[in-house]
């Protein structure tokens, strides 16, 4: 599987700033996609990211809140703006595998005081 | 879209006695069905996946069951031991470019000793 870098991997925030959580690739991979759990629950996914376009939001998530960039096929950045403590919460990148297999960054553990 | 549902929410069984978890998908479109685990602290790990033109997956003490028809899958893992003890997390996509997952809500195994 790939070698998958995401930072940072914790962070205490003020409410009204913003993070930028980035994640780095060992290999090309077609998808990248953003998830975030919540304390105590499971993954949902925030978007997919694609390389030359526009990420593509679930519903509920909107891009003005969770920003995307995808400037090459190993790296992408996520970011978390005008942050809130409901916006705490462990967020995590997944590059798309071969064979469809997902796989998890470490994780980025946001705490919005 | 996908919904995923998992039962039971926590399961806790002796060491050396067997799991089951299930999980039911809406999807007929879905057809590929990874298994996560999840200790404390960490990101969460494929620890065996099914596509859905296999019945059955195994792999040592673990295996995967799918039942198309019903659309439902199910995790065995047999002769628990402590480092068994986890959050286990089921999820469905429909594959290829369409890999996104959609996560049920988890269960928490504790083995006992």
């Known amino acids: 599987s790939a070698v998958i870098s995401q930072k940072p991997s914790r962070d205490i925030c003020q409410r009204g700033t913003s993070l930028t959580i980035q994640c780095q690739v060992d290999?090309?991979?077609?998808?990248m996609f953003w998830y975030r759990q919540q304390p105590g629950q499971s993954l949902t996914l925030i978007a997919t990211?694609?390389?030359?376009?526009?990420?593509?939001?679930e519903s509920g998530f909107v891009i003005d809140k969770f920003p995307i960039s995808r400037p090459n096929l190993t790296f992408s950045t996520l970011t978390v703006s005008n942050m809130s403590p409901e916006d705490s919460s462990i967020y995590l990148c997944?590059?798309?595998?071969?064979?469809?297999?997902?796989?998890f960054g470490q994780g980025t553990r946001l705490t919005v005081v | 879209g996908e919904n995923v549902e998992q039962h039971p929410s926590t399961l806790s069984v002796q060491e050396g006695d067997s799991a089951v978890i299930k999980c039911t998908y809406s999807?007929?479109?879905?057809?590929?069905f990874p298994w996560y685990k999840q200790e404390l602290g960490k990101r969460p790990q494929l620890i065996i996946d099914?596509?859905?033109?296999?019945g059955e997956k195994k792999d040592q003490r673990i295996a995967v069951t799918l039942n198309k028809t019903a659309k439902h899958f199910s995790l065995h893992i047999t002769e628990t031991q402590p480092e068994d003890s986890a959050v286990y997390f089921c999820?469905?996509?429909?594959?290829?470019?369409?890999?996104?997952?959609?996560f049920g809500t988890g269960t928490r195994l504790q083995v006992t000793l």
């Open positions: 997944s590059p798309l595998g071969t064979g469809a297999e997902a796989f």
């Open positions: 290999s090309q991979v077609t998808m």
């Open positions: 990211a694609n390389q030359g376009s526009e990420a593509t939001y």
């Open positions: 999807d007929s479109a879905s057809n590929y």
């Open positions: 099914i596509r859905s033109n296999v």
């Open positions: 999820a469905a996509s429909r594959g290829g470019t369409a890999s996104k997952l959609t």
